[in-house]
C-alpha cells in the first residue's frame, strides 16, 4: 500500500524560482518524512515533521503539516540546478515506513 | 559511519533463475527495510524487520520472494524464480526507530530479469 500521494506527479522551473510539493496521505500518523533520491541512487532523508508540529524549517526546505486534512507541502526556495531529483514523502502506517508516489523535479539552469 | 551497504549494485538475470541480495545496515539499527522501487513508482515496502523478528511482510510475494536476518544484522533478500515483472531496483534502508524514524538506505540493486 502507499499511503502518501504527492503532487504534482513532475514539476520544471527555472533555477532560483521556489518549488512546492504536496502529499496527502489516508491514515492517522504520528510523524512524516520528506525524502530526495537522485537518479539511480538510494533515497536521503531530507526532514522530519512530526503530528504535533505546523511548521518547520532546515535550510531552503520548509514543511508543514496540516493533520485535519491529512495533508503536507515541501517547499524548495531559491531552487538549484542540483535540486533536480525525484521527492517523496513517507508515512508512519502502523509501525511500517510508507512510501508515496513522488514528484519529479527538474531545475533548469 | 558507515551507510548501509548493498550487493550487487547491478544484476541480470534470466526469467525462472533465481537470485540473492545481500544488506548491511548502519550498526546498531534495529529496523531494517526491503524496498521494491519500479522504474518511475515510489519505493514499495517489502518486509520489515525489528531486530530478527519481522514487523511487516504483508506485500512480500510469498510463493517465490523469501527474506531474512540472521542474528539481527545482515539480510538476504531471495526471489526464486525470477518473473520479467521483478525487474526494479531493491533498496535496504536500517533505522533506529526508538530514537528516531529516520531511514537511512543503501544505493540498491538493480535487478533486470530478461
Known amino acids: 500500500s502507499q499511503q502518501g500521494e504527492e503532487d504534482p506527479q513532475a514539476l520544471s522551473i527555472q533555477e532560483g524560482e521556489n518549488a512546492t510539493m504536496n502529499c496527502s496521505y489516508k491514515?492517522?500518523?504520528?510523524?512524516l518524512q520528506w525524502y530526495r533520491q537522485n537518479s539511480g541512487r538510494g533515497l536521503v532523508h531530507l526532514i522530519l515533521i512530526r503530528s504535533n508540529e505546523r511548521e518547520k524549517h532546515s535550510g531552503r526546505l520548509r514543511v508543514t503539516l496540516d493533520t485535519s486534512k491529512k495533508s503536507s507541502s515541501l517547499l524548495i526556495t531559491a531552487s538549484r540546478a542540483a535540486d533536480t531529483a525525484s521527492y517523496f514523502c513517507a508515512t508512519d502506517e502502523g509501525n511500517k515506513l510508507v512510501f508515496g508516489a513522488g514528484t519529479i523535479l527538474r531545475v533548469k539552469s | 559511519e558507515a551507510g548501509v551497504a548493498q550487493s550487487p549494485r547491478y544484476k541480470i538475470i534470466e526469467k525462472r533463475q533465481s537470485v540473492a541480495f545481500w544488506c548491511n545496515p548502519i550498526s546498531g539499527h534495529a529496523t531494517l527495510y526491503w524496498y521494491q522501487q519500479i522504474l518511475g513508482q515510489g519505493p514499495k515496502l517489502l518486509i520489515q524487520f525489528q531486530n530478527n523478528g519481522v514487523v511487516d511482510d504483508s506485500q512480500l510475494p510469498k510463493d517465490r520472494f523469501s527474506a531474512e536476518r540472521l542474528k539481527g544484522v545482515d539480510s538476504t533478500l531471495k526471489i526464486q524464480p525470477a518473473k520479467l515483472e521483478d525487474s526494479a531496483v531493491y533498496l535496504c534502508?536500517?533505522?533506529?526507530?526508538?530514537?528516531?524514524?529516520?531511514?537511512?538506505f543503501g544505493q540498491g540493486t538493480r535487478l533486470t530479469v530478461v
Open positions: 534502508a536500517s533505522s533506529s526507530w526508538t530514537q528516531t524514524p529516520e531511514a537511512f
Open positions: 491514515t492517522s500518523i504520528n510523524n
